[in-house]
């Protein structure tokens, strides 16, 4: 059965695209604004999976992803897919360090979301 995918970016056109595109497929599919209302929404009802925004103001995608990967165990363990216009090594480099398991860049095809939340989420049961 799908879960529940919590999306974060600041842009509400941005979210409601890759909401509508996780929809379909019949997950359940949360918003958050900012990276802190995604902290504290993870911290409440943690979810099977971030995707999130790298440029946000406050706080950006690598930042909420350090934050997350430094809470305790299992929110520690999250699968965070985050998202970028900025298609760079630097970037991914900077993403892989923070603990993201995917770094997608923008523009994306909704298949080609929803094949890689796929992926991630099969890659975290297969691991236990």
């Known amino acids: ?27 359940e599919v949360r918003e958050a604004q900012s990276g802190q209302e995604a902290l504290e929404q993870i911290t409440l009802d943690p979810p099977d999976l971030l995707i999130a925004d790298v440029l ?6 690598f930042t ?9 165990a299992p929110l520690n363990g999250l699968p965070i897919i985050l998202l970028t216009a900025l298609d760079t090594t630097l970037g991914r480099q900077v993403g892989q ?7 997608l860049t ?3 095809s909704p298949r080609q979301l929803r094949e890689k ?5 099969a890659a ?4 236990g």
């Open 56 to 61: 946000m103001p406050e706080m950006d995608g």
């Open 124 to 127: 975290r049961k297969a691991q």
């Open 117 to 121: 939340v796929r992926q991630v989420l």
């Open 97 to 103: 360090e923070a603990g993201a398991d995917l770094y």
């Open 1 to 27: 059965m799908p879960g529940y995918i919590l999306v974060v970016d600041d842009e509400e056109a941005v979210r409601s695209v890759i909401v509508e595109a996780l929809r379909v497929e019949g997950f």
């Open 106 to 108: 923008k523009p994306f």
């Open 64 to 72: 909420l992803c350090q934050k997350i990967r430094a809470l305790p």
